[in-house]
């Protein structure tokens, strides 16, 4: 009797417990964790491992694990950007789910700062300009049209908000750039970047380090 | 005989107060998505760059706003968000369970958020579920899906309408909550309707179309539709299951008044949420949303503010099981 009476228990509180989690599992699996995929970024050659499918808004927490934790999916950055360039994970993205990205390629963001004032949880902490560090731009030399003499174009120096601090010519009268300490990786080089390959993206700053600094040092 | 209380007059017109702000909400949320759209096209300064229908949407928003504001770039920014999080005019206002996920996924109180829920975690305290009746844009939609399962049933479809325990969602929230730690993100959001609405309403309005959560959302629609009326609200929704909990102690409550009850029980009909307030019992989970108040034919149902459900008044004095005169032994048959 008592066996009998234990295992109804138990059967109807494993019952409790699945039924409970089914929503959390359906939602699980509508969002598998994916790589959010791009247009122009699935058909970037693959010799550059380091870069990054998305960035994050700018002042984002640096580790990604804290800004998953602290953002809570509202979308307000979203609705503030003036480019409108900040989207979300919305179909795919396992724990990053409704968490947001800025794909450069497509839309580049301009630093305004909406959205770190508006983010009401620490995700986004408000950052003067030129401490932002959405990542550092790096360029493809062997694809790059000045830098392959294929012309001149400039678009990514004309563009940048930061200046000569974060991108500029290597010699005066060449258009071949270079890009500087002070980038901020707002990626709007990205954006107007006519190669279709992309030789100028965004990588995470830890993993590019300027050849001049280490000649300095 | 002792004057009967009467319900203060205007309370029976509340249930349409309350549609006319269900409704404001919701076209709340698809008028923000709408004017941003619209502040990005003036932050561009190209018009002549737009599509045609690009250009429609900026001459009909400017059309609308232009009488009211000089700086479509700022003016516009004063509401945004949604109900999971928002701001008017720089008030933040977020969802408890908003914070509540938050806390867990982080691991860390952030005092600038907290506060930020201050307000409707006072006022879920005072008036008990209300978000759930009165502001979830959820509800209106779900509401909707109830009337159609009844136009249904009255078009002779036989729809299933399983009664499970109402202490479920309180596992769902725990559940939520654990996993949502164990994450390390906030996954209560992907399930919980009202922040599913206002995001794909951006998404769908201001981006690249919907995302998952209408998938889930449909699939809530279709349990309420098939299994159990108003079911997801009733038994799986974490943010209910949370202001059921603050709202357990609520100030402002419904009760009836047995002296002018004829215990005809549409109020028991009417109740979305599967209640007895033709017995008395209305416990944690009642929304205040007053639908019956509004349907009560002999203005049985009124407000009243007690910390606990007014005790089991037996039948309704005007109805058939109440016999005048000999009244406390028949009311204990019937109970």
Known sequence: MKRRSLLRVLTSGAALLGFSALPYGVSRLLAPPAPQP?????????????RRIFLRPP???????????????????????PPRCIKFHARSGGSQVNTPYIDPAERACTLCNKCMEVCPT?????????????????????????????????????????????????HWNQYRPVVKDGCVGCGLCVEVCPHPSLPIWITERKSYSLPEKKKLL | MAEISRPFFLWRHLNKVRW?????????????????????????????????SEKRLYDVVEFATAPFINDPAEELDA???????????????????????????????????????????VLTIIFGRFFCGWLCPATMIYELNSNLSAWLKWAGLKLPNFQFDLRIKYVVLAIGLILTSLAGSVLIATIYPPAIIGRELYFVIALDGFGVGVVIFIATLLFDLLVARRGFCRYLCPGGALYSLLGRYRLVRIRRIAESCNDCAKCNVVCEFGLDPLRDDFGQECTNCAACIAICPTDAMTFTLRLTDYPAQGPGHLGKQYQHGSGADLEAAAE
Not at chain 1, 63 to 70: C, G, L, R
Not at chain 2, 28 to 42: A, E, K, S
């Open chain 1, 38 to 50: 791009t247009n122009r970024a699935i058909k970037l050659s693959a010799r550059h491992q380091d």
């Open chain 2, 20 to 52: 006319v702000i269900l409704s404001l909400v919701f076209a709340l949320l698809i008028v923000i998505p709408v004017l941003h759209v619209y502040q990005t096209y003036v932050a561009a300064h190209a018009y002549d760059l737009l599509a045609p």
């Open chain 2, 79 to 121: 509401v945004k968000g949604n109900t999971w999080s928002g701001y008017f005019w720089g008030l933040q206002l977020s969802d408890p369970l908003a914070v509540a996920s938050q806390m867990a996924a982080s691991l860390s109180l952030y005092w600038p958020f907290i506060l930020s829920s201050l307000i409707p975690l």
């Open chain 1, 59 to 81: 002042g984002a927490l640096k580790n990604d694990v804290a800004f998953t934790a602290a953002c809570i999916g509202c979308g307000l950055c979203g609705e503030v950007c």
């Open chain 1, 122 to 170: 620490e995700a986004l902490t408000v950052t003067k300009r030129q401490d932002i560090d959405m990542g550092i731009a790096r360029i493809d030399q062997t694809a790059c049209y000045p830098w392959v003499d294929k012309g001149i174009c400039g678009a990514c120096v004309s563009i940048c908000p930061q200046g000569k601090a974060a991108i500029a010519y290597k």
